[in-house]
């Protein structure tokens, strides 16, 4: 009965991963703190378990490498191999070949590595043997007890055997003991047998010899000379409760004039059958047990489905909710308002059943720091706090990739020389801190690095030269403009940034993934001190509070996210700033975007007043004029799909109650 | 009645593959537990007919386990898995009154076939 394995692999996977993940993660311990017994124990255990599951599953690579790890950390453990800098940057290629070898069973890549050099450092590190006997060395120590006594050995068995009796007395058998052809660990079962053989008689010698059999020096079976005072049957049934005793056969006899039969019991359906009927009732069998299963894994596309049908739902409470009002019907209204409490408290759960902590994608980023510190010399302290912190699914997905530019950047051009902090007074190793938090309905997530900061001063002079900003403005700049000058696209991607700053590198990238995502990215530094870097992000992304507004007979939705207030302007409060038209808002001079003509609308400006929506991008405000305002409702974003998702200025669509379909805008892009 | 069962491994993957095994041959998975601590405990609580148990977990390895539950329940059958290259670990489980134990990468059949003799002993 061979077994269909393919129905495990997406849990396999999974569970490799996270074991991978841990291996790294305590690598990155172990490494700080290199005598460590309950780190290393940790790592043994996951190289361990993973070895268990890959065997399992079939996959000989990583079984062997596993195997192989595990020799290596075995020696650790025992102190008989130092950890030193060499082995641990051995065992993370390992770590990232086996990585390597899983993503390419996830993906069914079909793509070939290479496992032997790795194989091959590996056993040079513990001086091991070949891989096809990996298990011999261990398997000495598991002794059988011995046979009765040394002495009696040499004596021929006949002398024990003088008994009438079938049970009772004291008989001499040889008995030939068969193991299953694909009995795995042959010495344990030796030991086993000769354990239940002594427990009921007295094992007088072997042939092979005990040591042979010890050293697995035998083909599938082996002969046992045992006297005892039990009945043929029971010594038989004793032996056939081994598991892998194929057979057990009595060659010979000594008991008076009684012939011997040869009699082989097989293991099979039949003595199952028996069994079945001889099973003892365990006395709380007796239904009492309870069964707990405290969680189920989910795929997370059923999720998604989930949530796009509560989505639909939503949709289509809004529209009775707009029936009932315009056809004023009570009833319908109070049954409404039900229905209302009960779709917002099952999309609660819902939504509390695709939250991840965060931890999910924190874990990977010891390792990736560690490594990088090391390649540009520099010394990094690196923690993490709140990991438990919850997030969504998909949202946490899509941060992966920001967050590890911040921590990259941080490691990189945050943290200063060894060398350069000594001189300034500070520690030598630098900190990087990734810190959650939750914030009421945002997580925010920091990267805070106690390295040299940002110069804004260099930062804007260096704007100016390069014409991002006139010199006018110059003058007003402020510490929040830092930000919005090192991610607008462009101005980082010169080479002289680093030599300053060095910040930058692809921010603009990072701010426009987080407020794609309907958060907003902060930064906060002190010049010699160390700078901070924040996402505030919100806790879902399937259902969001929107604001309607009309533009030319269409409908678009604004996250609310991002809308500070509404006002409604006349077209003589438009003044003009070099080209750029703006409006004075109670002391504020706002930037005034006409989202017809953004649209591509090409018509005049009329001489009526207009609604404006102010909205907050990169910590400062624009008014967006638009044709009406439709008011406030909660939408469900469908995404586009790949084609339309290259459009800008879009961040989905989405059905509203009556049917029609709402674009969604993405004021970041659009305005960018 | 069918017989009860009691899974022991850390990794989720195992506890699955075991699980299926035995309950496609009709025996009765009663509970799970990932480590050692968590085994004691819900052995004592749901008193299986047999026990499954992986030797290296967190917490407290599967030997110690399996002393504690036969302090607790002499009688108890208790049936180790183990990956290769753990003959002394298993040696040790033996001697501590496990009843007997399978290898990983598990055959379906030598599974069954060692808990129904772990059953019958």
Redesign the interface.
């Known amino acids: 009965m061979d077994m269909d394995v393919s129905q495990y692999k997406d849990l396999f996977i999974n569970e490799a991963q996270e074991h991978l993940e841990a291996l790294n993660q305590a690598m990155v311990d172990l490494e700080k703190d290199p005598g460590n017994p309950d780190v290393l124990t940790e790592i043994f255990r996951s190289a361990h378990t993973l070895k268990g599951m890959s065997a399992t599953m079939g996959f000989d690579q990583l079984t062997e490498l596993s195997h192989e790890m595990e020799n290596v950390l075995d020696g650790l453990r025992s102190g008989d191999i130092e950890v030193g800098t060499d082995i641990v940057d051995l065992l993370f290629s390992c770590f990232d070949m086996l990585g390597s070898i899983v993503s390419g069973i996830a993906h069914e890549s079909g793509k070939t590595v290479d496992t032997k050099p790795l194989i091959e450092a590996l056993r040079a590190v513990y001086g091991g043997s070949s891989v096809s006997e990996p298990i011999k060395t261990k398997a000495r120590k598991a002794k059988p007890p011995e046979p009765a006594s040394r002495e009696e050995q040499a004596e021929p068995p006949e002398e024990a055997g003088e008994g009438e009796d079938e049970s009772g007395a004291e008989k001499t058998l040889r008995l030939k003991i068969t193991l299953d052809q694909d009995c795995v660990l042959k010495s344990v079962r030796v030991f086993m047998i000769f354990k239940k053989l002594s427990q009921i008689g007295k094992v007088i010698n072997s042939r092979p010899s005990i040591d042979d059999l010890e050293d697995e020096n035998f083909e599938r079976s082996f002969e046992v000379f045992f006297s005892t005072s039990e009945s043929l049957n029971a010594v038989r049934k004793a032996l056939m409760t081994i598991a892998e005793v194929q057979g057990v056969e009595v060659l010979a006899y000594e008991e008076g004039e009684e012939e011997v039969e040869s009699q082989t019991v097989e293991t099979g359906a039949q003595a199952f059958e028996k069994a079945e009927t001889e099973q003892p009732v365990g006395d709380a069998a007796a239904g009492a047990a309870p069964v707990r299963t405290q969680s189920v894994r989910v795929n997370i596309s059923r999720l998604d489905n989930l949530m796009n049908l509560i989505g639909e739902l939503v949709i289509n409470r809004t529209r009775l909710q707009e029936i009932s009002t315009s056809h004023n019907i009570p009833e319908l209204k109070e049954a409404l308002a039900q229905t209302v409490r009960l779709t917002a408290d099952l999309q609660d759960e819902v939504m509390k059943t695709r939250m991840v902590p965060v931890e999910h994608i924190f874990n990977r980023f010891p390792r990736m720091v560690r490594d990088l510190a090391k390649n540009r010399a520099k010394e990094v302290d690196f923690s993490i706090e709140g990991k438990d912190i919850e997030l969504d699914r998909t949202i946490l997905d899509e941060i992966s990739d920001p967050l590890m530019h911040l921590l990259r950047n941080a490691v990189d051009h945050g943290i200063d020389s060894p060398e350069d902090r000594e001189t300034r007074g500070k520690p030598r190793r630098g900190s990087i801190r990734l810190v959650a938090r939750r914030d009421r309905n945002y997580v925010s997530i920091e990267v805070c690095d106690d390295g040299q900061g940002v110069d804004a001063e260099k930062i804007f002079d260096l704007a100016a030269s390069k014409g991002i900003i006139g010199r006018e403005e110059r003058r007003a700049l402020g510490g929040e403009d830092v930000l919005r000058l090192l991610s607008t696209p462009g101005f980082s991607s010169a080479k002289e940034v680093s030599g300053v700053s060095g910040r930058g590198v692809g921010l603009d990238v990072v701010k426009n993934k987080v407020e794609s995502l309907g958060g907003m990215l902060f930064m906060q530094s002190i010049k010699g001190e160390g700078t901070t870097f924040a996402m505030k992000l919100p806790l879902t992304l399937a259902i969001i509070q929107a604001l309607l507004v009309n533009v030319e007979e269409e409908i678009y939705a604004i996250p609310l996210g991002v809308v500070v207030e509404t006002a409604v302007i006349s077209p003589h409060e438009i003044k003009s700033v070099s080209d750029q038209e703006v409006i004075f808002l109670r002391d504020e001079t706002l930037p005034l975007v006409r989202l017809p003509r953004l649209l591509g609308e090409t018509r005049e400006n009329g001489h009526e007043a207009f609604p404006v929506v102010v909205v907050e991008v990169a910590m400062r405000n624009v008014a967006i004029a638009v044709d009406d305002l439709m008011g406030q409702q909660e939408i469900v974003i469908t995404s586009l799909d790949r084609f339309l998702k290259v459009i800008r200025g879009f961040g989905g669509a989405t059905i509203l109650g009556t049917g029609e379909v709402a674009l969604i805008l993405d004021i970041p892009s659009l305005l960018a | 009645?069918a017989?009860?069962v009691l899974i022991v491994d850390?990794?989720?993957?195992?506890r699955?593959?075991i699980r299926d095994?035995l309950s496609k041959d009709g025996f009765?998975?009663?509970?799970e537990a990932e480590n050692g601590v968590e085994a004691v405990e819900r052995f004592k609580?749901?008193?299986?007919?047999l026990v499954t148990m992986d030797i290296?977990?967190?917490e407290m390895d599967g030997i110690e386990a399996v002393k504690q539950i036969m302090k607790f329940d002499p009688n108890a059958r208790i049936l180790m898995c183990s990956?290769?290259?753990?003959?002394?670990l298993?040696?040790e489980a033996?001697e501590a009154g496990a009843?007997?134990?399978?290898?990983?990468?598990?055959?379906?059949?030598?599974v069954i076939?060692?808990v129904?003799?772990?059953?019958?002993?």
């Open positions: 009645m017989p009860t850390d990794a989720l993957f195992m699955m593959m095994i009765e998975v009663v509970g609580e749901v008193k299986p007919d290296v977990m967190p990956a290769m290259g753990q003959q002394p298993v040696v033996l009843k007997d134990f399978i290898i990983k990468p598990f055959q379906p059949s030598k076939e060692a129904e003799k772990a059953l019958k002993d």
